[in-house]
């Protein structure tokens, strides 16, 4: 699976110190009109159904609920191609999609075609892989052998 967490999780994220009181938490959940957030602490070792997503410096970045992870597989196969062929190859790179043989089973994109240059390919592939319900992509692309350059002497 190629999705990444922060593919999947909410970016903006209401949260409590572990000394926080009853009253302060009453009022974010009120105020955000949250469900729940997540009392950060030194250590998150219990069971929980939300997770906060933190970066290298431990600061908190999102939080990943059940409902977040289960989003990538709420989509048919149908609805995937439709928005990988009309909206990203058409609307967004503006190429005719019978450039390209694009089929999706299970989630798992598989592309093939003659890409007109190795970037294109390579940038195509990865904005098919953020499309929701894609769970990977296999890239079967016949890329274009690199560009060379020509270095000139000059008398």
């Known amino acids: 699976m190629n999705a990444k967490v922060r593919d999947v999780m909410t970016g903006e994220v209401v949260a ?20 729940a957030f997540p009392v950060i602490d030194e250590n998150r070792t219990r069971k929980v159904k939300r997770l906060p997503v933190v970066d290298a410096g431990g600061y908190l970045v999102g939080i990943v609920s059940r409902a977040d992870l289960l989003t990538v597989f709420d989509r048919t196969d149908e609805e995937i ?10 609307r967004d790179f503006l ?40 769970v990977a992509v296999d890239d079967e692309l016949a890329y274009p052998p690199p560009e060379r350059s020509v270095v000139g002497l000059y008398f």
């Open 16 to 35: 409590v110190r572990k000394g926080a009181s009853f009253k302060e938490m009453a009022a974010r959940l009120r105020q955000y009109r949250v469900s």
């Open 81 to 90: 191609h439709s928005e990988i062929v009309n909206d990203l190859i058409l």
């Open 95 to 134: 190429i005719d999609p019978a450039v390209f043989i694009i089929t999706v089973v299970d989630g798992v994109v598989t592309i093939k075609g003659n890409p007109e240059t190795a970037d294109l390919g390579h940038n195509l592939v990865a904005r098919i892989r953020r499309v929701q319900g894609v």
